[in-house]
């Protein structure tokens, strides 16, 4: 490989400043030397810029988008600008682990096949304390092992849950993603936000294996600003998991009628709790009472098929 040419991009899609220089530091300070580090400021101000600018490193590439690409936007400029093989996404409220990036990049050398590595993540809070793990954040398994792309994305979409991580967790090729439609995040007609991440995990568990890590090789912070935690963000969500399901199962998952029935009955539990909870307004319930009709009509025909044909 020519040595002029960094073997992975890290790639920082800027916005909130306000924990932006932690994250920047833990690329700064991988112990894998053939990195760069592509920093897209999509942020009104230049409080991005001035971290920036205190850290002179010729790994660093700092570009400023001349309007406002919004989430999807700039993790797609960031993703066209990258020369690395490999893609390392972060946060810019997250931090990587100092040896995440080689332990991953080892790993596709020592496993032919495998198109997605990830690891355990650590939740942690707007001060960095540590935060106990949820469903989502527990471990996948206790030591180091390859998983079947098919199993761990079915996995997931039977939960309805996102094990794999966050944009930061996880490490691919470059050359195993192909942007459609100026969106990283688009699948079969739809541009994902809320699982933005699990969309684009699918594509690629859809091509290959997975290599997991139980050692926590990246943190992950929740914080009150961040958009996925906003109300309004709620109904867009949900409409996703619905979605998701349905563009997965053209990509190869859930072949096992009862792993599918199960995936479609996780969503409809989330509309159920959505629909008792009040939160959502007049045009939102209808909005998701229409997709719950959907799910229950596709329950009942993957039903009435596996009792027609006598599988399970």
């Not at 690395?84 to 080892?106: A, C, Q, S, W």
């Not at 495998?114 to 540590?130: A, C, F, G, Y």
């Not at 229950?296 to 027609?308: F, H, I, N, P």
């Amino acid at each position: 490989m020519n040595q002029s040419i960094p073997q992975v991009s890290i790639l920082i899609p800027a916005y909130n400043p306000a924990y932006f220089e932690q994250a920047l530091r833990s690329a700064l300070a991988q112990t894998f030397p053939s990195i760069e580090i592509i920093v897209c400021d999509d942020s009104p101000a230049a409080d991005i810029h001035a971290v920036v600018r205190r850290y002179p490193d010729a790994r660093v590439r700092y570009e400023r988008n001349e309007t406002n690409l919004g989430f999807a936007g700039n993790f797609t400029r960031c993703f066209t600008l990258a020369r690395g093989e490999y893609i390392k996404f972060l946060n810019d409220d997250d931090v990587l682990h100092p040896d995440g990036v080689r332990r991953m990049v080892t790993a596709f050398t020592e496993h032919p096949g495998v198109t997605l590595v990830t690891s355990k993540r650590r939740m942690i809070n707007d001060r960095h304390e540590p935060l106990k793990d949820v469903f989502a954040t527990a471990p996948l398994a206790n030591v180091e092992c390859r998983m079947k792309g098919a199993a761990l994305g079915d996995h997931a979409l039977r939960h309805s849950v996102n094990f794999i991580g966050e944009p930061t967790t996880a490490l691919f090729r470059k050359a195993d993603v192909h942007v459609q439609r100026e969106n990283i995040f688009h699948l079969a007609g739809h541009d994902y936000v809320c699982l933005a991440d699990l969309s684009l995990w699918l594509r690629l568990l859809a091509r290959g294996d997975a290599l997991y890590f139980p050692e926590e090789l990246s943190l992950f912070r929740i914080h009150a600003g961040q958009e996925q935690r906003k109300p309004e963000v709620a109904l867009r969500c949900l409409t996703e998991r619905h979605d998701l399901i349905f563009d997965a199962k053209a990509l190869g998952f859930l072949h096992s009628p009862r792993v599918y029935q199960a995936a479609l009955k996780s969503v409809l539990d989330m509309f159920d709790a959505a629909l008792a909870g009040g939160a959502l307004d007049a045009p939102a319930r209808e909005h998701i009472q229409g997709l719950r009709q959907s799910l229950l009509a596709e329950m009942k025909r993957v039903s009435d098929v596996s009792e027609g044909s006598g599988t399970k």
